[in-house]
């Protein structure tokens, strides 16, 4: 079945760096548009970036210059790498696909706090 396990998250300063992972199976992965997203407490999940299969990349204006989503298909791998980061980034973050949605993983937790 169509499993996404992130990982990477963690607690880090304000202005401090991040490298998320997620490990993706059961889906033609080579095929498929995949993304990030994050749900910060509160508030509704929200599309934060996406990859095409080809590798064009889109950004949300929030994480535009700080953020940036890359993807491996030989492994089946999305990563975000996180740079600058704000406390107001502070969120789950989750990838699936960029469509249609399949059941989400577990998601890691990044905390952005002095």
């Known amino acids: 079945q169509v499993q996404f396990v992130e990982s990477g998250g963690g607690l880090v300063q304000p202005g401090g760096s991040l490298r998320l992972s997620c490990a993706a199976s059961g889906i033609m992965f080579s095929f498929l548009d995949m993304a990030w997203y994050r749900q910060a407490p509160g508030k509704q999940r929200e599309l934060v970036a996406s990859?095409?299969?080809?590798?064009?990349?889109n950004h949300v204006d929030s994480v535009k210059g700080r953020f940036t989503i890359s993807r491996d298909n030989a492994k089946n791998m999305v990563y975000l790498q996180m740079n600058s980061l704000k406390p107001e980034d502070t969120a789950v973050y989750y990838c699936n696909k960029r469509w249609i949605l399949s059941l989400w993983g577990q998601g890691t937790q990044v905390t952005v706090s002095s």
């Open positions: 990859i095409t299969s080809g590798g064009d990349t």
